[in-house]
């Protein structure tokens, strides 16, 4: 058991007490870079909480680090915000490694100068090193500099030099947020972050350590939703480096959006219904039917001769270096035809091949002296093995990228190129696992699809099949590897089914279904330019929700009629600071000029809740989906409401179609009051003020429809929001997944009521949430009395394509049926026409 001891630290400033929970900083208040207390100064001279040792002195010289003889390491941070004065203002009196008395002054300030131009004059006292402090203690009031006590750590005494000595420092624990954990993008974002720093930073989770420079290597931990890690750094300024990393960790494990489970098919696989059926996911629907053709991987032949570390580094590194000029060809050929998920795919194998672990274990065989051939295929091939190892399927996909980065070096490094196997047309390819790189070489004009016995729903493979369009199966058993070239299949990807030696009747029914869905698809893109007219001659009009220009475009292409949904947010996510007006008048410039003359309504910046923009500094909330989200913070945030709405007026310019609309807002006087804030702008501009819309996504603005209707010129429904709202359900919880449903009869009739309100003053209502793009629940909006859908651009033809298959008086009439039921399996049945 260790021993434990008291340290008291000296309040270092003149000052009121403030509990770390107020600091607007998020790297404070959630004490990710360590646990102590603020001190709101009415002193400028920092004074030394305690005798020690100078361990870091921040070049902007608002922070420093002091190790006490006990071994506790203290950050004193003067300000929020204050690395960004770089120095100004600040006069730090010491280096690291100079020796310090209680009471010494270390750090002057000006007061007036920091306190205008920082967000918070602030001044946090933290313990840095948590590991080896049990306790920590402040007490209420006033303080005074160099007399009283700000801050009593008790110490776990026989840990404490020990760990110090090392001078690693360690966050408190960090717990990820994100339902999808800590996969490959936010594993990049820190590995790259890391790799700015020169000490060494490494992350701990459940018992295992990860380098946190090496994305595999951080992958390779498995960290899932709910688990708990620290950070840990070493070297010089670790103090800092930790602050900045835990920051990036909490930014990128708390953000969804990006992150979000791809929509794909059932994770798991399922029975097969009979012997003759072999049963995985669906990682692209489709059917079809073809010969089977075992695409073996060809293995590099390459010797292996044992060679001199001096001649194999060299020989090693060159290839690695043509391998990454291979990849960028691949990339920019990519980007350039717009295939931007695919080109990213290759941008992840080019951050793979500077991975520190993968490198240092290639290293390790050259130092051995076993060849740059060897010694490269051994440490692939062990990193690819460790991640396949992993329970998690979505980390053990990505072997299959370590397994294809791994053969490109390896081709390359032994001088040998891969043969390629004429395929047969029409074949259905059978494989252990393919990489991207093979289905990027596909010819794929000879491919009916393919079926894998390892990948899953969301891997990459997956996204270049959806892409293609080409029917794929993951996680199907082995036995398809014993299956013999040539012989007939049907690869049902939409039920997940394989299924061997088909009868005649069954090949019959399976080029039927084909030929069904390849007819309807194409109809529906070649028609996809006409208006959506119901039979009985009622028009709506489908839009696109889109995030970028690029989206709009291709809405464009597919027939969407404008946009319905502009996610402005996409604008300001992943960035260090919000767009400047400019910026962000361009970027809405551009979404418009998809559609010039066409209706483009752009959503007014929706965060809170669960999208997080770091530099907003949200204050924590306890339930932040009922707390300053949408419309909310923009009211408290004016001057962010106030650069977004002349961006939107200045774009307006030219673009007669721009509207805009509020999000999430929840009672008559918000909206009110953020119309006022655009018709100032508008008129300070000398612009009209484009049309404003309200978006109907809580309870209480469909309850209060009619009220909104007299303000707003038009409604927006937000399904998705409305679903949660009105079901007290997370959008976002997997557990509720099922349940969340636009077609729930509470939800029908939140609809029901905000077309009503609209009605009665001539408003048209639009939807924008996620049943604007299921065609199972497009008969009921339109019953309902929706004018407009805005859907996934992909989506948008087939929706097209559903809506004249209706009618508009039997979409009413099962309205009014399903308004009456009292459950969402009620409604199921309805719809599905085994109610009548
Ligand atoms: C919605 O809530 O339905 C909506 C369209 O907004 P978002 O999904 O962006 O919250
Ligand atoms: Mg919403």
Redesign the pocket.
Known sequence: MDQQLTLRLLSPLDGEIVPLDNVPDPVFAQRIAGDGVSVDPTSSVVLAPCAGEIIYAHPAGHAFTLRSAEGAELMIHVGVDTVQLKGEGFSLKVRAGDRVQAGQPLLEFDADLVATKARSLLTQVLAVNMDIVSAVKHPAGRVRAGRDVLLELTLKAATASAKSAGGTVASGELTVANPTGFHARPAAMLAQEAKRFAGTVRLRCGGGVANAKSLVSIMSLNIGFGDKLVLEAEGPGAAEILAALAAVVTRVLDAPGAEAAPAAAPAAPRAARDPRALAGVCASPGIAVGKAFQARQEQVEAAEAKEEPAAARPRLASAIEAAKAELEILLSKLSAEGATEQAAVFGAHRELLEDPELLDLAEGGVAKGAGAVAAWRGAYQEYARNLSRLDNKLLAGRAVDIRDVGARVLRLVAGVSLKQRELPAGCILLADELTPSDIAGLDKAKVAGLCTVGGGASSHVAIFCRAAGLPAIAAAPAAILDIKDGEQLVLDADNGELRLKPEQAELAAAADRQAAGARRREAAVSASGQSARTKDGKHVHVLANVGSAADAKEAARLGAEGVGLCRSEFLFLDRPSAPGEEEQQAAYAAVAGAFPGKEVIIRVL?VGGDKHLPYLQLAKEENPFLGER?IRLLLARPELLRAQLRALLLASRGNPGLKLMF??VSEVDEFREAKAALNREAQALGIPAPKCGV?I?VPSAALLSAHLAKEADFFSI?T??LSQYTLAMDRGNPKLAGRAWAGDPSVLKMIDLTVKGARAHNRPVGVC?GAAGDPQLVPLLLGLGVDELSAPPPAVPLIKAAIRELDHGACQALAAQALELGTAAEVRALLAGKVK
């Open positions: 929706d949408g999000p999430m978006m996504e937000g998705n929001d949430g």
